[in-house]
């Protein structure tokens, strides 16, 4: 009888553990269901696929909605590039990813699909017999689209190394052709400067002036704390990530293999590329969303370019932990592609949190929204690395509206 009494408590104590054990692996799986890799490629593959698929099959044009702003500028135009534009801002978020090996068997697959699927598009839109093939020379927009394929390219090699000969002359043709037009003088210097990198690094043939051009005049528009100007005046809105940020990096990566006369320069770029990433974390509220301030906020997710370029590159600042950085990441992806009618037939729509058209500006036409594919940079990284690994923690302002005692932000004074 004293050995029943015995057993049956252990073995409801067994029960007990084996049930708090079940929670235990409940709750880690739904914390990980909204931040994990897998959350992660699930949203890649849905936003990507109809861009990449389409033009893969050389009905891109076919495929493809032609919307446009309700206060579009010249929608005939608007429409004509939206071509370059959209293979751009994909190619620019999904590049990294493109170049990485390993992973689950399920994300091999998908990996391979997109790396056919991607080397095909590239194909078939310089290839002048190609249904889908897309010139580059009908405008300005087509300087800042070809620069945001030049910023795939050098995020990732292996697109390079995988186009065959033909197709390699005709992209490094393509992009000369868009010398002919002048950057607005603003963030479009940066523009220009990327696309005279790329061709630095896969040709040789390259002006470095306009790269010089373009590095010298962004020091004059650094206002203090992190910060550019777009330009002669200053406006609060996310171009300083969009844009600047990123591609200032993007600049310095190759430059500085090529020269030490900027090294003074690359030096304070990159403080101001730590101190900016702290402001973009800060910005993110508790549930992911974020001040719809400023134009271009249709690009959704872009907003965070600069602090995913950050995590991919492995250059957060202290202050920053990766587990911190993916679960506010997370929540900006997650909120940002929630609402249903963010996608129609597939394709994005013109909104910050779902369909908004009327906060598209008159530029934006059905290519624009894709830059937020800049999210996914960080899958770029393998699943092993510590942006993957590390545990899921409160980002600060998820930490300070739940009442947690956190650091206090304050300006660095970076010069």
């Given at each position: 009888m004293k050995i029943k009494m015995r057993i049956i408590p252990f073995f409801l104590l067994l029960l007990a553990v084996q049930f708090v054990r079940g929670q235990i692996v409940k709750q880690k799986s739904t914390g990980n269901k909204e931040t994990g890799r897998t959350f992660w490629l699930q949203e890649m593959d849905r936003m990507l696929r109809p861009v990449l698929r389409s033009l893969a099959h050389d009905s891109l044009r076919l495929n493809m909605p032609q919307m446009t702003s309700n206060r579009v500028d010249n929608r005939e135009h608007r429409i004509k590039v939206q071509y370059v534009e959209v293979l751009g801002r994909a190619l620019s978020g999904i590049a990294p990813w493109l170049s990485l090996n390993g992973g689950s068997v399920a994300e091999r697959k998908l990996r391979d699909q997109y790396r056919t699927w991607t080397i095909q598009a590239l194909k078939n839109a310089l290839?002048?017999?190609?249904?889908?093939?897309?010139?580059?020379?009908?405008g300005g927009q087509q300087l800042v689209d070809a620069s945001f394929i030049a910023l795939g390219f050098m995020r990732s090699p292996w697109l390079w190394d995988h186009l065959d000969q033909q197709t390699r002359k005709n992209l490094i043709a393509s992009i000369k052709i868009t010398r002919q037009f002048r950057p607005a003088y603003s963030n479009w210097l940066l523009f220009s400067a990327m696309n005279e990198v790329f061709l630095a690094k896969y040709s040789e043939d390259w002006d470095a002036m306009r790269v010089d051009y373009a590095l010298q005049q962004l020091e004059q528009w650094y206002v203090g704390d992190g910060m550019?100007?777009?330009?002669?005046?200053?406006a609060f809105d996310y171009y300083n990530s969009y844009v600047i940020h990123p591609f200032l990096a993007g600049i310095m990566d190759l430059i500085q293999l090529k020269t030490q006369n900027y090294d003074n320069m690359f030096a304070k770029i990159k403080l101001r590329n730590e101190r900016y990433a702290i402001i973009q974390e800060r910005l993110i509220n508790a549930?992911?969303?974020?001040?719809?301030?400023?134009?271009s906020v249709i690009y959704r997710a872009a907003t965070f370019h600069h602090l995913a370029d950050m995590?991919?590159?492995?250059?957060?600042?202290?202050?920053?932990?990766?587990?911190q950085v993916r679960g506010a990441l997370s929540a900006v992806l997650k909120k940002t592609t929630e609402n249903p009618s963010t996608y129609q037939n597939g394709w994005l729509t013109l909104g910050m949190y779902g369909s908004?058209?009327?906060?598209?500006?008159?530029y934006n036409n059905q290519g624009s929204p894709y830059l937020c594919s800049v999210i996914f940079l960080p899958l770029?990284?393998?699943?092993?690395?510590p942006f993957w690994t590390s545990e899921v923690t409160d980002w600060s302002a998820k930490r300070i509206w739940s009442g947690q005692d956190w650091n206090s932000d304050h300006s660095k004074g970076i010069h």
């Amino acid at each position: 009888m004293k050995i029943k009494m015995r057993i049956i408590p252990f073995f409801l104590l067994l029960l007990a553990v084996q049930f708090v054990r079940g929670q235990i692996v409940k709750q880690k799986s739904t914390g990980n269901k909204e931040t994990g890799r897998t959350f992660w490629l699930q949203e890649m593959d849905r936003m990507l696929r109809p861009v990449l698929r389409s033009l893969a099959h050389d009905s891109l044009r076919l495929n493809m909605p032609q919307m446009t702003s309700n206060r579009v500028d010249n929608r005939e135009h608007r429409i004509k590039v939206q071509y370059v534009e959209v293979l751009g801002r994909a190619l620019s978020g999904i590049a990294p990813w493109l170049s990485l090996n390993g992973g689950s068997v399920a994300e091999r697959k998908l990996r391979d699909q997109y790396r056919t699927w991607t080397i095909q598009a590239l194909k078939n839109a310089l290839d002048s017999n190609a249904r889908d093939f897309m010139r580059f020379d009908l405008g300005g927009q087509q300087l800042v689209d070809a620069s945001f394929i030049a910023l795939g390219f050098m995020r990732s090699p292996w697109l390079w190394d995988h186009l065959d000969q033909q197709t390699r002359k005709n992209l490094i043709a393509s992009i000369k052709i868009t010398r002919q037009f002048r950057p607005a003088y603003s963030n479009w210097l940066l523009f220009s400067a990327m696309n005279e990198v790329f061709l630095a690094k896969y040709s040789e043939d390259w002006d470095a002036m306009r790269v010089d051009y373009a590095l010298q005049q962004l020091e004059q528009w650094y206002v203090g704390d992190g910060m550019y100007m777009d330009g002669p005046q200053y406006a609060f809105d996310y171009y300083n990530s969009y844009v600047i940020h990123p591609f200032l990096a993007g600049i310095m990566d190759l430059i500085q293999l090529k020269t030490q006369n900027y090294d003074n320069m690359f030096a304070k770029i990159k403080l101001r590329n730590e101190r900016y990433a702290i402001i973009q974390e800060r910005l993110i509220n508790a549930d992911g969303s974020f001040p719809p301030t400023g134009r271009s906020v249709i690009y959704r997710a872009a907003t965070f370019h600069h602090l995913a370029d950050m995590a991919f590159k492995k250059r957060l600042p202290r202050e920053l932990t990766n587990g911190q950085v993916r679960g506010a990441l997370s929540a900006v992806l997650k909120k940002t592609t929630e609402n249903p009618s963010t996608y129609q037939n597939g394709w994005l729509t013109l909104g910050m949190y779902g369909s908004q058209p009327g906060l598209a500006d008159s530029y934006n036409n059905q290519g624009s929204p894709y830059l937020c594919s800049v999210i996914f940079l960080p899958l770029g990284l393998p699943d092993d690395d510590p942006f993957w690994t590390s545990e899921v923690t409160d980002w600060s302002a998820k930490r300070i509206w739940s009442g947690q005692d956190w650091n206090s932000d304050h300006s660095k004074g970076i010069h």
